[in-house]
């Protein structure tokens, strides 16, 4: 088992900044990916990023590209999401997942089936 824990969520203008934190703790494994999701009201669950965590190698969704980042700090088993320039369109609840599946492509990363562990998600709301 794999427990993911979020935070980092809240209440920001048009244009402004937010780091999400997701610290992984549980059963550990040598090849695994982290990755965000996103899903607002009535909407499907969206991926936002992901990241490998051996090598570092990243996966970004369009609609985010320039505007958020998403790294690693392998000491303290967290990935963060660097959420900068946020629009109104990016409120959503926002989800931290895991895979260990071995195999990491992007099309491997974008599918939420793919993750076997979720976090409890954290609200964004982005006011204009």
């Known amino acids: 088992q794999v427990q993911l824990v979020e935070s980092g969520g809240g209440l920001v203008q048009a244009g402004g900044s937010l780091r999400l934190s997701c610290a992984a703790s549980?059963?550990?494994?040598?090849?695994?990916?982290m990755g965000w999701f996103r899903q607002a009201p009535g909407k499907e669950r969206e991926f936002v990023a992901a990241i490998i965590w051996s090598g570092g190698r990243t996966y970004v969704a369009d609609s985010v590209k320039g505007r958020f980042t998403i790294s690693r700090d392998n000491a303290k088993n967290t990935v963060y999401l660097q959420m900068n320039s946020l629009k109104p369109e990016d409120t959503a609840v926002y989800y931290c997942?895991?895979?260990?599946?071995?195999?990491?492509?992007?099309?491997?990363?974008?599918?939420?089936?793919?993750?076997?562990?979720w976090g409890q998600g954290t609200q964004v709301t982005v006011s204009s």
């Open positions: 997942a895991f895979q260990s599946r071995g195999f990491y492509t992007y099309n491997d990363c974008v599918l939420p089936g793919r993750y076997e562990y």
């Open positions: 549980g059963r550990t494994f040598s090849s695994y990916a």
